[in-house]
């Protein structure tokens, strides 16, 4: 299974995209935006590199992260608005969308939902055998999403041949 995930960020959008078997990343890197761009034009270049790694990589699923409420406002509006036109191009494809909290990538990856991020990321590292620090942070949340994606994905599916299996 091939999973896409996306850590939203208005100035940065971290994506990754992991398969498993055997657990491994493919690609990974970040959306970028600057500030001295029009917010439809930094918004428009996130839709679109969403849309391209979709149709380039063709996973199975994509996973969003959850956002939470941010104590700047503006900071949050950015996020949220980042991660709808990555909802769009999601929607436009077609393909499963997987919504995790923080809490639950972070409990996927470590077993801790409270983890703190650089517990996160190196275990991100290990997991999928990356011996470099990912950079930006951005691009290990996703790659932590996408991690957390597969397991979701696979817990579905053996709760779904469960429920067969009882009928």
Known sequence: MRVLAFDPGYAITGWGIVEDPPLRAITFG???????????RRLFKIHEGCRALIREHKPAAVVVETLFVNKNAKTAGGV???RGVILA???????????????????AVTG?????KNAVHTMVQKLLGI????RPDDTADALAGAIAGIFAAKRSLVQERIRSAVK
């Open 30 to 40: 970040a959306l970028t935006t600057s500030a001295t761009e029009k917010p439809e």
């Open 131 to 134: 011996s470099d620090v990912i």
């Open 112 to 116: 801790n939902g409270q983890a703190k």
């Open 80 to 82: 949220y608005e980042a």
């Open 89 to 107: 191009a999601i929607g436009e494809s077609g393909l499963e969308l997987i919504s995790l909290g923080p809490g639950t990538i972070k409990k």
